[in-house]
């Protein structure tokens, strides 16, 4: 009996032992949680301070763009805009000792604007269509998809032609949306218009802008890459891309009339050319702690020639 009683009290010293185990595991365990629990707020926190932070450094770097932006031609001649204008260079302002903002400015007009296939009056622009129908050749592809961009961007909802798509035409493939009969925003939403994809969009995507701030149709000249060159008129060709490239580069075209009397292929009056740029993309951006803040902004010349954010 002695031993059992004693087997009895050793297996309830056990369970104790056994309970008080457990208890401590669980405890540990909870304050272990709460503990990162607490770490991971503090971190989101501190994650949220330094992204308001590297914000708040982006956009201190506002007024010196639109200072760069706004400064006077060297020379007081009329505007002239190259790679090698002020507001084209890499751009570092100094926050405090070691931190900078960075800003890079380009040019809307070094593009073939999509949205410039509509004019001002609603009529479908020849010259933009043939613009995109050449980078679309120049890449093998149709240039019948064209047709569909035009449906998309013009007011109707009338198809254009046996390639054109308006809403019934998109209803009828079971897509979950409709042309918006409007500007397009971004080149995303290129990739969604009829006989149109990613692959399509990212093989002319160098030479194209979705820009809906300024959508005229005249391509600066000092400023485009080679593949919107290539695609200015049907006289243009790899060779007299190059040369326009390197005489760009030594000294940039200070008027449209100085191009076209160097270059018989764009000496058309109706090759909307320019040497000045009146919209621009600004990307600001600066780190706090190992938070990098970005602010993206749209910038146009205003009625009194000065350049102002439209957004
Ligand atoms: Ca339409």
């Known amino acids: 009996m002695s031993w059992g009683g004693r087997s009895q ?5 056990g369970m104790v032992l056994l309970i008080v185990l457990v208890s401590i595991a669980l405890i540990s365990s909870l ?3 709460r503990v990162e629990g607490q770490r991971f707020q503090i971190y989101r926190v501190e994650n949220e301070l330094n992204l308001q932070q590297a914000q708040i450094m982006a956009r201190s770097a506002i007024p010196e763009v639109l200072r760069v932006l706004n400064q ?5 001649g009329s505007r002239v805009d190259s790679l090698e204008a002020a507001w084209a260079q890499p751009l570092e302002i100094p926050w405090d000792r070691e931190q900078v903002v960075e ?24 010259v933009t269509e043939q613009r995109l129908q050449r980078l679309l050749e120049q890449q093998e592809l149709s240039i019948e998809a064209v047709e569909a961009v035009a449906d998309w961007i013009d007011a109707d909802s009338e198809r254009r032609g046996i390639h054109g798509a308006e809403k019934l035409e998109y209803q009828a493939l079971g897509a979950a949306y409709v042309p918006t009969n409007g500007p397009l925003h971004t080149l995303h939403e290129l990739a969604l218009i009829k ?23 005249e391509i600066n000249i000092n400023t485009a890459p080679p593949e919107a060159l290539l695609a200015l008129s049907d006289e243009m060709n790899p060779v007299v891309v190059e040369s326009i490239l390197e005489l760009r580069e ?3 075209f200070q008027s449209v009339d100085e191009m076209r009397s160097e270059f018989a292929e ?6 909307p050319l320019t040497t000045e740029s009146d919209c621009y993309n600004v990307k600001i951006s600066a780190t706090a702690g190992k938070v990098r803040g970005v602010v993206k902004l749209a910038i146009k010349k205003n009625g009194n020639n000065r350049f102002v954010i439209v957004e």
């Open 9 to 13: 009290v050793g297996n309830q010293q």
């Open 31 to 33: 304050i272990y949680s």
């Open 72 to 76: 006077p031609q060297e020379g007081g």
């Open 103 to 126: 800003v890079s400015i380009i040019d809307v007009s070094r593009w073939i604007n999509l949205n410039s296939l509509m004019d001002s009056s609603g009529t479908l622009s020849t």
């Open 195 to 217: 006989g149109w994809d990613e692959e399509m969009v990212s093989l002319i995507r160098p030479a194209i802008t979705a820009n809906a701030h300024c959508t005229q149709a």
């Open 250 to 252: 030594s000294s940039p």
């Open 266 to 271: 764009l000496s058309a009056q109706s090759i």
